[in-house]
């Protein structure tokens, strides 16, 4: 384990070895983007907002694995991390089809770090969205419009791509705040005019499945 002091020396974040060595040795990384020849492309978030991440993939047409993907990313040393552990999973023993890689989730890739510091959860969730934009960009250039899965619920914030779903979900997993949800979700920092709605959802769903407002 290492531990890396913030800025203002206030805190502390424990980084595993395995994240140290995703970040200082990154797998997968797209160095040549005019030379790759891509299956399909997917992109989510803006470097706006602090945090972008680009995927490209190459998809077996014959067996629908995906036998190699590139990305690149505007984002942390868990960002970076999180991403590369993402390329290594969906690649490795001859690549997950697509239906399976559409399920991979945070939780996955966190669980092959070896966990993230708290502070630093938030930077492992756009990953497998990127990774399901880009099979759906693939499934529409082999003219497989039926099978593109539209995310769950309706776009809350249109630039990290998270919805009034991922919102819910995040409640009933126990984030009660703002802070909580955005560390679990990075809603409002794709697009910040979207908080009061955030805010006012989260009051909703405490008060939809638990009955009650700010753990009260």
Not at 46 to 71: F, H, L, N
Not at 147 to 160: F, I, N, S
């Amino acid at each position: 384990m290492s531990d890396v002091t913030s800025r203002d020396a206030k805190q502390k974040w424990v980084y595993t070895n395995t994240v140290k060595d995703h970040f200082f040795h990154p797998r997968n990384f797209m160095e040549d983007e005019e030379t790759y020849q891509a299956s399909g492309v997917g992109m989510v978030g803006s470097p706006a907002c602090g945090d972008m991440m680009k995927i490209w993939i190459k998809v077996d047409p014959a067996t629908e694995r995906i036998t190699d993907m590139k990305w690149q990313t505007f984002g942390c040393a868990s960002a970076i991390a999180s991403t590369s552990m993402m390329s290594v999973i969906v690649t490795e023993n001859g690549g997950m089809t697509i239906e399976d890689a559409r399920k991979l989730r945070p939780q996955d890739i966190m669980e092959r770090l070896g966990g993230l510091p708290v502070r630093k959860v938030h930077c492992s969730v756009l990953g497998d969205k990127a990774l399901r934009s880009a099979i759906n960009d693939y499934l529409r250039k082999v003219n497989q419009d039926a099978r593109v899965e539209v995310e769950h619920g309706r776009l809350v914030d249109k630039v990290v791509k998270v919805t009034d779903h991922d919102i819910e979900e995040a409640v009933l997993d126990g984030a009660w705040t703002l802070e909580a949800v955005q560390r679990k979700t990075k809603v409002g920092t794709g697009d910040p005019s979207c908080i009061p709605e955030v805010e006012q959802l989260i009051r909703f769903y405490q008060e939809k499945h638990f009955g009650k407002e700010d753990g009260k």
